[in-house]
């Protein structure tokens, strides 16, 4: 552009160092902004009363000497909402391209109207076997102690984190799925097969053993390695069929891929200004779905567009390869279903006005 413009062409490294002056006027230099970053969290935590704030390691207080690491912060509205949400957490990392490298963790749910929920964020110098099980571990001692699914990739971090002892977060106090997304593309990087990709997409959405067990064996057929790759792994990981309902449907940790999407142009930002952003972007979600929710209480709505709008459930199509039709016994008020099955039921007995239905049973 600037050739275009002005017939003069810039070296990549005078245009980096451009960039970066340009970005320390507008933001604060990158080594200020790492002093500035406790005053903020202060700020916010006193402007928002009961935001977590937990630093590692904790500040020397004696000498008030301060050493970065990580950094952990969950917004209030963000601790008080999820009580109140699917028990289902996606949680993904994404690098850091500023002058000092590192990672930004998020913790994601969903809220009524299947959107985005952020619920807690970190910076951490990378993913690593200490950094994901500290990052649970804040999740746990301040955010929620519910019972709960986490979908994630397989970064060994994580899996350390879902499976160390006295965590709370191995069986049963929590679940592990992986995200499906993320198994087929190492399906596809083992065995360079788009069409064993695919069938491995599908087999892992069936909830019906039939259907499971019928695409598992094409699997072997095309690929006995592949089987071989995925017996490997517990069926309950990747599996809908053999889930158990923890899942609630999700299939992926895309709730979590989509906020670091959003967070894309933060993360060349000095320090202070990526937490500014979290804070300034996630306070535009509540503001705006708040202001959803009222006035859809004033029109009389009493569900989400979500639930009303959704043809899910019974007599129809639950996904691409599923049709199933079941009949709810109006004297017992429960459901034959399967319990994965169970939360879309919901919605379509929210849809037909069936609130005589014991609907918090599906």
Known sequence: MLKEKYGY?????????GKQKAIAEIFGGWEKS???????????????????????????????????????????????????????????????YGKYKGTLLVAMGCDANNQIFSVAFAVVESENGDSWPWFMACIRQFVTNRELCV???????????????????????AHHRLCIRHLASNVHTHFKDIQLKNLFVWTARQ???????????????????????????????WSLHHDGGYRYGTITSNLGEVFNSVMKNARYLPITALVQVSFYRVNVYFVNRRETSKM???????????ITNTPHGVGV?????ISMTKTIKKTMRTCSLPFVLQFFLYSRCCRNNLQHFTYFLF
């Open 9 to 17: 062409t810039v070296s990549y490294r005078r245009t980096w160092m």
């Open 34 to 96: 790492y002093s500035e970053l406790p005053r903020f969290m202060t700020a916010l935590q006193d402007s928002n009363p009961g935001t977590i704030v937990q630093w590692y390691p904790p500040p020397n207080t004696p000498t008030g000497y301060m050493q970065f690491q990580r950094v952990f912060w969950a917004f209030k509205a963000s601790i008080h909402g999820f009580k109140h949400y699917r028990p289902v957490l996606t949680i993904d990392g994404t690098h850091l």
């Open 151 to 173: 979908i994630s990739d397989q970064h060994g971090g994580i899996v350390r984190a879902m499976n160390e002892v006295g965590s709370t977060w191995e069986e049963p106090y």
């Open 207 to 237: 909830h019906q053993k039939k259907k499971f067990d019928g695409g598992f064996k094409k699997i072997g057929e095309m690929s006995l390695e592949a089987r071989q790759f995925l017996g490997n792994i517990p069926p309950e990981m």
């Open 296 to 306: 859809r209480v004033t029109e009389g709505h009493e569900y989400s567009p979500y």
């Open 317 to 321: 199509d639950i996904s691409n390869n």
